[in-house]
């Protein structure tokens, strides 16, 4: 089974940056697919962003499109999210996920999660 360890959450302001990295550990991340999901107070997880498992193919949120990215260093065995033109509205835990699915999208689909990484945005 697959170890995964999210690092790089903060407490940053309206319109800064971050990435996110989630280093794995005990399987090969090209094996997955991968994909971020964040948890806000009082909210359900919610999809970010994931990439197939080919690694060809990424989505993201609506809520995220364009704002943030998500990418994955197969040698490095190291999945990263940056985050651009943070909003208040980001502000939850992020959470990294593998599947040995092909893609998905739903939280119940992924088998193997991380512990989190807290990011904070102030306005």
């Known amino acids: 089974q697959v170890q995964l360890v999210e690092s790089g959450g903060g407490l940053v302001q309206q319109g800064d940056s971050l990435r996110l990295s989630c280093a794995a550990s005990?399987?090969?991340?090209?094996?997955?697919?991968v994909a971020w999901f964040r948890q806000a107070p009082g909210k359900e997880r919610e999809f970010v962003c994931q990439?197939?498992?080919?690694?060809?193919?990424?989505t993201c949120a609506d809520s995220v499109r364009g704002r943030f990215a998500l990418f994955r260093d197969n040698r490095r065995n190291i999945v990263y999210l940056q985050l651009n033109s943070l909003k208040p509205e980001d502000t939850a835990i992020y959470y990294c996920?593998?599947?040995?699915?092909?893609?998905?999208?739903?939280?119940?689909?992924?088998?193997?999660w991380g512990r989190g990484t807290q990011v904070t945005v102030s306005s």
């Open positions: 990439n197939n498992y080919s690694g060809d193919g990424t």
């Open positions: 005990g399987r090969t991340l090209s094996n997955y697919a």
């Open positions: 996920a593998v599947t040995s699915r092909y893609f998905a999208f739903r939280a119940h689909e992924y088998d193997s």
